[in-house]
């Protein structure tokens, strides 16, 4: 009778656990939703400037048209400079692809290369939200921030864990280290410059990124108008990739 209770006391004692650690995942996960909504609408138009900094000071920019329908679904058109103009980016999923349009069709592409041949990658450019390639496996609090440790949920995702922290305050992304699944820093971005941008939305203008792995280059990326809006789905599709031009 005692071993029985016991092990009716230990199964409680598990469950107990169980459904404390999957509260705590749920609620963690809810809140990196909300980092992701104060960081960019679902479904949004944007505008950006991308430049790569290389060790001698050289510098290449490019403006770029940057769209996103729900969880899923982005892309982006080069405005500048010439060499450029015209080409399109187009993420589904795991999917990417690049549209020159001397070539005349789409060119599958990597999360690991880099349109522009800088510090951000092509997942950087054209990237999805924390919570739909991240889950959280740990957030603490370290003053007046939160520290969220995220793990991949799939192997295709670039990086294999994310150390995240966010203002408490307004919960404003401010530093992101990038991790390989060998524990391996790949690079680091910085947010800084808050800026209202209308519609609710406050959030840092300009992101940095240095990498161990890339001494002395930096890339930055200056985000100056973002607006909420609907699109239809044809929009992201392979055949559309030359029309985007016309749409914006």
Not at 66 to 79: C, H, P, R, V
Not at 112 to 120: A, K, P
Not at 210 to 220: D, L, N
């Amino acid at each position: 009778m005692k071993a029985k209770i016991m092990k009716i006391n230990g199964l409680f004692i598990c469950l107990l656990v169980f459904s404390t650690v999957s509260a705590f995942c749920q609620d963690a996960q809810a809140l990196l939703v909300q980092v992701d909504r104060n960081l960019m609408p679902e479904s949004y138009e944007a505008y950006r400037k991308i430049i790569d900094i290389e060790p001698d000071g050289k510098r290449k920019e490019y403006l770029v048209y940057s769209i996103k329908k729900g969880k899923d679904k982005t892309a982006m058109l080069f405005l500048a400079p010439a060499s450029e103009k015209d080409r399109v980016m187009l993420r589904i999923g795991d999917n990417m692809w690049l549209y020159i349009p001397a070539v005349g069709r789409p060119i599958r592409q990597t999360s690991l290369q880099s349109v522009t041949g800088g510090i951000f990658n092509n997942a950087d450019i054209l990237a999805l939200d924390l919570s739909v390639e991240y889950n959280v496996s740990d957030i603490s609090q370290d003053g007046e921030d939160y520290i969220f440790n995220l793990k991949a949920k799939t192997q295709s995702v670039a990086y294999d864990r994310v150390k995240l922290r966010v203002f408490k305050k307004g919960l404003i992304v401010s530093r992101m280290e990038c991790y390989s699944a060998t524990d391996i820093l790949l690079k680091t971005l910085e947010f800084t410059q808050p800026k209202d941008f209308g519609g609710g939305l406050v959030r840092p203008a300009v992101i940095e990124t240095t990498s161990p792995v890339h001494k002395g280059y930096r890339s930055i990326m200056i985000v100056s108008k973002v607006r909420q809006k609907k699109f239809p789905d044809e929009i992201f599709t392979l055949p559309y990739m030359p029309r985007i031009k016309d749409f914006r």
